[in-house]
């Protein structure tokens, strides 16, 4: 079965980029390096994922905005 998947608003994903500054954010002491790798890889991906989902929430807009009325 196939859901499809809520669009949501420019302020969620926003929220949801600062968020995931704040959980993969470098730890205060030492890290080891197969740690940081793994913490930038999660940073990374999750960064790329609400990216790609804000750009889709813009061409929405956009694609609203210029259909005549």
Known sequence: MVRN???RTREEI???LRQ???DNAAPDG???RAAKRRRQSR???NKCRLNKELATLI???CVENSAPS
């Open 20 to 22: 995931n500054e704040r």
């Open 59 to 61: 061409a929405l807009d």
């Open 5 to 7: 998947r809520r669009i």
């Open 14 to 16: 926003e929220e949801d």
């Open 30 to 32: 030492l890290e080891d």
């Open 43 to 45: 940073l990374s991906s």
